[in-house]
């Protein structure tokens, strides 16, 4: 029997990614958000991963959340937030927002983060995030009148909203169907994906069961 127990350990942990084959501990890898909601009902599960493009994890995580958002499944609905912790990262926002709506966040996404992890522009002023910008062919007319619009500004309060509802106080942080934040003690960012692969299931199981 020890044997045997041997030859599965071995195999579970050449698995890699396959978050269930691990042991994820609640109010460490991943927390309740208190007050708790209601269970949901359905299949359909939302994941938020809450950002700011100043950030260097955020700037890591990036390319790892991206692969793994490649490969989800239909049930499971992937969206990022730009939080807002003050001074530039408010802009930041905005500009996210802005650049959405015209339709230039999946050209412009990675360009905002290299320009300011790789070539070290801070993008502490809309004069450096224009210049950016400009460079990279947007149409600043559009750009200035998104900045300035009734449906950019709903999505900021909307996004300062869910960040406080969700007490997420530093980045990047993942939400689970509004119920589970990423905690702390991770082995590497790849762990987070995982993390966040076993509290999707459990949400699933919860809702099966009704509790």
């Not at 109010?27 to 994941?47: H, K, R």
Request: hydrophobic share 45%; proline share 4%; with cysteine.
């Amino acid at each position: 029997m020890k044997r045997i127990a041997t030859i599965l350990f071995v195999g579970i942990a050449l698995l890699v990614g396959a978050a269930m084959a691990k042991s994820f501990e609640e109010g460490v890898q991943y927390v309740p958000i208190q007050p708790q909601p209601a269970v949901g009902t359905g299949d359909e599960v939302e994941v938020l991963e809450f950002f700011w493009y100043g950030c260097p994890h955020c700037r890591d995580f990036e390319p790892v959340i991206t692969k793994w958002a490649s490969t989800l499944p239909a049930n499971v609905k992937f969206s990022q937030i730009p939080v807002m912790f003050g001074g530039a990262a408010d802009m930041h926002a905005q500009v996210y927002y802005a650049l959405e709506g015209m339709g230039e966040l999946d050209r412009l996404h990675e360009v905002i983060f290299r320009a300011m992890h790789d070539e070290k522009r801070k993008l502490r002023s809309r004069d450096e995030v224009d210049a950016l910008l400009q460079e990279n062919g947007v149409d600043m007319a559009r750009f200035n009148e998104a900045m300035s619009s009734f449906a950019v500004a709903a999505k900021v309060n909307r996004a300062r909203a869910l960040m406080r509802r969700y007490g997420v106080r530093s980045v990047p942080a993942v939400v689970v169907d509004g119920r589970y934040r990423s905690g702390t003690g991770f082995s590497g960012y790849q762990e987070i994906t995982e993390v966040v692969d076993y509290v999707v299931d459990k949400v699933l199981m919860q809702r099966q069961s009704g509790r």
